[in-house]
C-alpha cells in the first residue's frame, strides 16, 4: 500500500513537471513588431542622446544594478554590494554566469570585473562625446580587486548613489578604439551586450531586427524576436497598428487615442515618461543672447490653445526645467502667461520698433529668426504646433522661417556645429533630477546637451551645490530655487509635458512598462503560441 502511495506522488509530480513544461513552450516563440516615430543615429548606451536609442539598450545591455517595477533598486549585472559606513566606497560582487552575445556558431565571452573598469574609463574619457559623463563626476575611481569584484570610490558621498550605478557596461573586446568611443566607431551601429536580446541585423528600410539571447542569465526570455520599426508619421504609424503590420507602439499620437481606444483588439496603457516639450533659443545669436526677447516669445505663444486643440488637452503645461511629476518640480512658479501685449512692450525694452512691413527692427535689423525642425518630427501636431508659433510670433513683429531638415542633418545642425536660432524639441528624464547636462556651461561644446550655450554663473553654482548635498530637503530646496531661476531666465520656452501613452496588441501578455525606460522587463512578456506569427 506504501509503495502504490509512494508510485502515485511520482506520477504526480511527473504530471505537473510536464503541464510546467508545455505552459514554458506555449509561451515562447513569436516575433514583436514595435513602431517607433523616427530613427536612432546610434545604438550603444554610450554615445546615444536619443530616447529611441536608450530603450534599445535596455534591451541589449545591463548596469550593475536595476531598478524594479516598485522603483527599488535590485540587482543585474552585480549579484550583491557593501557600502562602506562613510559612503566613499562601493564594492560590486559580480555574476558569474554572465556571458557577452555571440553570434550562432560563436563561443560567448565571459562578463568580468575588466568590462566594468574599461566601461567607467571610455565613458569618462574628454574624447568620448557622451550626456554621461557629467552624471558621474562624482567618481574618483574605479578598481578590479579581482575577476569577478569591482570597487568604486567616490569623491564624496552622493544621495541615493547606488541607483547611480545602473549604468550600461559595454565590452573590453569590442571596440575599434580601446581608449575612447566616438560615433565612427563600429561598435555605435553594431553593439555587443549582455542583455535579454542581442541585435541580429539592422534592414535597409533602417529596422532593427534583436533575437532572444539563448545564454541570458535571468533566463531565455519569452518572445523570439523584437522588430523596431521606423516611422517618419505618427499618423503612419497608427495605421500600421490598426492594420495589423506592426503590434505595439511606444508612444501613441494624442489625436489617435480615441481611434485606439474603440478598437478592442489593443490595450492602452499610460505610463510616465517624464518628459517635457520645449522652444530652444542659440544664445550665441547676439538677439536671442537678451532675455527680454526670449521672455517675449514665451509671452506671445497661447499654450493652452495649442495644447486643446493639437493634443486633445491631453498634457499639462510647464513652467521650469523639470519634469512634471518629478519631486524637484517647483509647482509654485506658474506657467508663462498668454499676453502678447506684454511680449510687445519687452521687445520695446530690448530696443525694438515695428518697421512699415509690421516686423520688429533694430539698428535696421529685422528681428527674424529660423525655426529648424527634424523632418522625422513633421507629424501632423507638430506641423500644427510650428504654424502656431509662426503666427503668433507674426502677431507680436517676429519674423519665423520654418526649416525642416533630414533627422541627422538636423542633429549635426543642432548639437555640432549649432547652427540655428530656434529648435522644437523635448527631453525624457529619469528619476535623478539632474538637469546638469542641459544648462551647466560646462556642459556647451559638441555633441553635448547644452546646446543652446547658456551660461549663468548661478545656475551653475545651484546645480553644484544641489549635487554636493546629501540632504534630500536641502537638495529639494536648491532645485526649486533653480526651477524659479530658469523660468525668469527662459533659456528655452518651456511648453507642456503630455501623457504618454503605448498601444499594443491584447495578445501580448504580462506587458509591464516602465516609466521612462519603457523595455526593462520585456524579457518576461510572452505571446501564446497560438497567436504567434513568424
Known amino acids: 500500500m506504501k509503495q502504490g502511495v509512494v508510485i502515485l506522488m511520482l506520477a504526480a509530480g511527473l504530471l505537473t513537471a510536464i503541464t510546467a513544461a508545455q505552459a514554458e513552450d506555449s509561451r515562447r516563440g513569436g516575433v514583436l513588431n514595435y513602431g517607433e516615430y523616427g530613427r536612432p543615429a546610434t545604438l550603444d548606451p554610450i554615445t546615444s542622446n536619443e530616447m529611441i536609442a536608450l530603450r534599445i539598450s535596455e534591451l541589449l545591455f545591463n548596469g550593475l544594478v536595476g531598478i524594479n517595477e516598485r522603483q527599488d533598486v535590485v540587482p543585474e549585472l552585480a549579484q550583491s554590494w557593501d557600502i562602506a559606513k562613510d559612503g566613499m566606497t562601493y564594492t560590486f560582487h559580480l555574476r558569474k554566469d554572465v556571458t557577452w552575445h555571440a553570434k550562432p556558431g560563436e563561443t560567448p565571452m565571459p562578463f568580468t570585473a575588466s568590462d566594468v573598469v574599461f566601461t567607467y574609463n571610455i565613458m569618462m574619457n574628454p574624447k568620448t562625446i557622451t550626456p554621461l559623463k557629467v552624471r558621474y563626476e562624482f567618481i574618483d575611481k574605479v578598481e578590479k580587486i579581482d575577476d569577478y569584484t569591482v570597487r568604486f570610490t567616490l569623491k564624496r558621498p552622493v544621495l541615493n548613489a547606488l541607483a547611480k550605478f545602473s549604468f550600461k557596461i559595454i565590452p573590453k573586446f569590442a571596440l575599434k578604439n580601446p581608449l575612447y568611443l566616438t560615433r565612427d566607431d563600429p561598435f555605435v551601429q553594431q553593439p555587443i551586450g549582455t542583455g ?3 541585435l541580429s541585423k539592422i534592414t535597409e528600410d533602417h529596422e532593427i531586427v534583436m533575437v532572444a539571447n539563448e545564454h ?7 518572445i523570439d524576436e523584437f522588430v523596431a520599426k521606423p516611422f517618419a508619421d505618427q499618423n503612419i504609424l497608427t495605421q500600421a497598428l490598426t492594420f495589423n503590420a506592426i503590434d505595439m507602439i511606444v508612444l501613441v499620437n494624442p489625436r489617435s487615442i480615441a481611434e485606439l481606444q474603440g478598437d478592442k483588439r489593443f490595450i492602452l496603457q499610460p505610463y510616465n515618461a517624464l518628459s517635457y516639450s520645449f522652444f530652444g533659443y542659440n544664445l550665441r545669436n547676439p538677439l536671442l543672447a537678451d532675455k527680454r526677447v526670449r521672455q517675449a516669445f514665451g509671452y506671445a505663444l497661447n499654450r493652452e490653445e495649442m495644447l486643446s486643440s493639437f493634443f486633445n488637452n491631453q ?15 517647483n509647482l509654485d512658479v506658474k506657467p508663462m502667461p498668454y499676453d502678447p501685449k ?6 520695446g525694452d530690448a530696443g525694438f520698433k515695428r518697421g512699415s512691413d509690421g516686423i520688429m527692427q533694430k539698428d535696421g535689423k529685422k528681428l527674424q529668426m529660423t525655426l529648424l525642425v527634424p523632418i522625422e518630427k513633421e507629424s501632423e501636431s507638430t506641423k500644427r504646433v510650428v504654424l502656431a508659433f509662426q503666427n503668433y510670433l507674426k502677431n507680436v513683429g517676429v519674423g519665423i522661417k520654418v526649416e525642416f531638415k533630414e533627422w541627422q542633418a538636423w542633429k549635426e545642425d543642432v548639437f555640432n556645429e549649432h547652427h540655428f536660432d530656434i529648435v522644437l524639441a523635448s527631453w525624457v528624464f529619469d528619476d535623478s533630477a539632474d538637469i546638469s547636462s542641459l544648462f ?5 561644446g559638441p555633441w553635448r546637451n547644452n546646446f543652446i550655450g547658456y551660461s549663468n554663473p548661478e ?13 534630500y530637503e536641502k537638495r529639494r530646496t536648491i532645485n526649486r530655487k533653480l526651477h524659479a531661476l530658469l523660468a525668469e531666465e527662459a533659456p528655452y520656452t518651456f511648453l507642456w509635458t503630455l501623457t504618454n501613452y503605448s498601444a499594443y496588441h491584447k495578445k501580448i501578455h504580462h506587458v509591464q512598462i516602465h516609466p521612462y525606460k519603457f523595455f526593462p522587463f520585456a524579457n518576461e512578456w510572452y505571446i501564446p503560441l497560438n497567436q504567434q506569427k513568424r
Open 216 to 222: 541570458y542569465f535571468k533566463g531565455r526570455p519569452n
Open 440 to 444: 551647466h556651461s560646462a556642459e556647451i
Open 196 to 198: 535579454p536580446y542581442r
Open 342 to 347: 506684454k511680449a510687445i512692450a519687452l521687445l
Open 459 to 471: 545656475v551653475d553654482s545651484l546645480i553644484v551645490e544641489s549635487k554636493l548635498t546629501l540632504d
Open 315 to 329: 498634457g499639462t503645461i510647464i513652467s521650469g526645467p523639470f519634469a512634471p511629476g518629478s519631486w524637484a518640480y
